[in-house]
């Protein structure tokens, strides 16, 4: 078996980077940094810009779970999205095991999944795979407590991703899911000068504002959008929307949508 991965289009702001999650025997991966090993469990992402050509590495059977992320979706700079590229994670643990788990279990479903199901849970896939690679992207200080709150953070990030559609989502759920009070909870994002509640009325924004700019999502109404990300009506999602970005939800696509 081989496969070559190679650029569609010239632009880094319009291309998709494939994720893939390896399962089976090792693939052997030849790009322009030399050659890469990649083992069962592994996690990868590919720069889209750059030419692979994969392999198998053993007669064994192997398996390879590819994902597309638009890079408007990603809430990580192009620079450091070509610094992950090429370096496999393994998934054991962290945001990288939970992103595993779950492309293991919708590949498993995929084929009897209705298109509604399958829209919520590409989207949902999407947020596991940005906070993924956003966990990789910010480096670690080498204490021991720092590392435990950013592991933390890590864990309360992703869960988030993975609720943002819930309109219920609160500090209380937030914190019970993992075991702590909503003071701790709390404590976790004073650091960067945030609430929760302000995190995740950012994530709903900018999840809503990659899907107003996607040309796929052109038929999708603003109002269905917001409320696919969690808000309780339109008019909560046009007021936060506008506050943020400075156009209603409409306005601003229709604005956006001409200049692609």
């Given at each position: ?5 190679a ?16 399962s ?26 750059r ?15 590819v ?7 990603l ?32 590949a ?55 609720h943002l ?5 609160s ?8 075991n ?10 004073r650091r960067?000068?945030?609430t ?27 109002g ?24 209603p ?10 200049l692609?």
């Open positions: 078996m081989s496969a070559a991965f650029a569609r289009e010239a632009i880094s702001g319009s291309a998709t980077w494939p994720l893939t999650l390896v089976g025997a090792p693939l052997l991966v030849r790009h322009e940094q030399g050659c890469t090993r990649l083992h069962s469990g592994d996690l990868v992402l590919w720069n889209p810009a030419l692979v050509t994969v392999s198998k590495a053993a007669c064994d059977p192997t398996c390879a779970t994902m597309r992320l638009p890079a408007h979706a809430p990580i700079p192009h620079e450091a999205l070509v610094r992950l590229a090429c370096h496999p994670v393994p998934s054991a643990a962290g945001p990288a095991a939970l992103l595993a788990r779950f492309l293991e279990g919708v498993d479903v995929a084929p009897t999944l209705e298109a509604a199901a399958t829209e919520r849970l590409g989207s949902a896939a999407i947020n596991l795979a940005a906070e993924f690679l956003a966990s990789l992207s910010v480096p670690r200080a080498p204490v021991a407590r720092v590392a435990r709150h950013d592991s933390l953070v890590e864990r309360v990030t992703a869960y988030i991703a993975l559609d819930n309109p219920a989502l500090s209380s759920e937030i914190a019970l899911a993992h702590i009070s909503v003071r701790t909870l709390q404590y976790l994002f960067d000068n945030r929760v509640s302000r995190y995740i009325l950012e994530q709903r924004l900018r999840r809503s504002q990659a899907d107003l700019s996607d040309p796929a999502m052109s038929e999708v109404s603003a269905r959008i917001g409320s696919r990300w969690g808000f309780s009506c339109d008019a909560v999602f046009s007021r936060a929307f506008r506050q943020m970005y400075g156009l939800p409409g306005e601003w696509r229709r604005k956006h949508l001409v692609l």
